[in-house]
């Protein structure tokens, strides 16, 4: 089993700055790709950043230039570096991770955190 545990979620003012931070703990083989997703009132469950286990990444344009995701794989975990804010960054924010959970495992598993609300006031 495999649990991805959030935190740094909150309130800001536009203009402000917020860092997210996904824990991965449990039992598995190695965590492959992460990334964070964001969930807005009426809107679509979006890609915000993505993070391959070797460093690559790729953001949503709306982002581009304001956010940072990196991670650190001695400490499973994954971060979201959220500058410049807006409000309409307001949603809820959810860390994945691609999980291979044995040495034999064909493929990976996707697991979900639980969501952390990031609220950005004008």
């Known amino acids: 089993q495999v649990q991805l545990v959030e935190s740094g979620g909150g309130l800001v003012q536009a203009g402000g700055s917020l860092r997210l931070s996904c824990a991965a703990s449990?039992?598995?083989?190695?965590?492959?790709?992460m990334g964070w997703y964001r969930q807005a009132p009426g809107k679509q469950r979006e890609l915000v950043a993505g993070i391959t286990r070797g460093g690559s990444t790729n953001y949503a344009d709306s982002v581009k230039g304001r956010f940072t995701i990196s991670r650190d794989n001695a400490k499973n975990t994954v971060y979201l570096e959220m500058n410049s804010l807006k409000p309409e960054d307001t949603a809820v924010y959810y860390c994945n991770a691609g999980v291979r959970t044995t040495r034999v495992s064909l493929r990976d598993n996707n697991y979900w955190g639980q969501g952390t609300q990031v609220t950005v006031s004008s």
């Open positions: 449990g039992s598995f083989f190695a965590i492959n790709a």
